[in-house]
């Protein structure tokens, strides 16, 4: 079993995160909502490991009550 890595791991992060803004840019609070809800789905799907789902899960949950 893999671990979850929290510790930063994307190349050219600045750049991702650009592009998820304008990704939002003109939607609505709702289609935002909704393709934040897509896109957790497509990620979902292609990391597939349950146990390491679980685990982000779980760390999300943590950083929402912080």
Do not use: C, W
Not at 3 to 11: A, F, K, S, Y
């Amino acid at each position: 079993m893999s671990d979850l890595i929290l510790n930063p791991n994307i190349n050219g992060v600045d750049d991702f995160y650009a592009e998820l803004v304008a990704t939002h840019e003109g939607l609505s609070d709702e289609e935002s909502q909704a393709l934040n809800a897509r896109l957790l789905l497509v990620m979902a799907n292609h990391i597939g490991d349950r146990a390491i789902l679980s685990q982000a899960l779980s760390a999300a949950a943590l950083k929402s009550k912080e």
